[in-house]
């Protein structure tokens, strides 16, 4: 929460928490169960114990306000396919294809995509259908960034490296690809601020505003050893390793006082 607010009011926060609706007879319709649930030491919380409301006399400034878990499996929002395909004493070919599985009303901003190479692969070459790619020699990897990434969408990147005549052994397991991305007005849960109350005597008007946002947690796809050209060309699809780290916030809730 990001707050602006003269005094020390008392602020209610209300969700569509699935215990809340249950406790009034709402049902399950819409409501999302909360597990796990951590507070902001300003939160009461005997009060939130005995009736599930979130009430507090936030700081000033930013804060968490609370954390929680979700009991169900999310799916992965960008998933990954990848083919690394290596030409003996030659070079290596990488294939990343990434689909953005979630709907199409929503765009991923931001998104990074981060291929591990062989530490000893030069004279790099890409070609992507949408983005830039740009090689880190430094850190081994290849990173492919996307401005905008609309939901249903699927895309494509391929990169090409030499390799040196003599090759270096690779003792220690391939890293695996890092998923970077945000998505603005969306959340993963379901979960919703139905209501932001604010309690002050004196009847000063506040302003509050919400914006809902997802962004992956270092979100991460498992890669094998590299396939030798004489075994033949494979598929392999890598997803998520578990558990999958979504962040799904409400972030922030701005609070200004109008007097």
Not at 12 to 34: A, Q
Not at 148 to 165: C, D, I, N, T, V
Request: hydrophobic fraction near 35%.
């Amino acid at each position: 929460m990001k707050v602006f607010l003269s005094g020390m009011p008392e602020l209610r926060l209300g969700l569509n928490d699935r215990v809340l609706f249950e406790l009034t007879g709402r049902g399950k319709n819409k409501s999302v169960e909360l597990e796990d649930v951590k507070f902001h030491q300003c939160v009461r919380l005997s009060r939130f114990d005995s009736d599930r409301t979130i009430s507090f006399v936030p700081p000033d400034g930013d804060f968490e306000l609370m954390s929680y878990r979700l009991g169900t499996r999310a799916k992965p929002l960008i998933w990954i396919e990848s083919v690394i395909e290596k030409f003996s004493h030659s070079r290596v070919e990488i294939m990343v294809k990434a689909k953005a599985q979630f709907k199409k009303q929503s765009v991923a901003n931001g998104v990074e995509i981060a291929v591990p190479v062989p530490s000893d692969a030069d004279s790099p070459k890409f070609k992507t259908s949408v983005g830039s790619a740009r090689y880190l020699p430094e850190k081994n990897l290849v990173v492919w960034s996307i401005k905008s990434f609309p939901g249903g969408k699927e895309h494509l990147m391929r990169a090409h490296f030499g390799l040196p005549s003599v090759e270096k052994e690779e003792d220690e397991g391939r890293p695996p690809i890092a998923v970077r991305f945000e998505i603005p007005y969306f959340t993963v849960s379901g979960i919703q601020v139905r209501y932001m109350k604010i309690i002050e005597k004196s009847g000063y008007q506040a302003l509050p505003w919400v914006r809902y946002i997802t962004q992956s947690g270092g979100d991460q796809v498992r890669t094998p050893a590299i396939l030798n050209q004489n075994k033949g060309k494979q598929r392999i699809v890598f997803c998520y390793e578990l558990p999958c780290r979504l962040q799904h916030c409400i972030l922030p809730v701005t609070l200004r006082a109008k007097i």
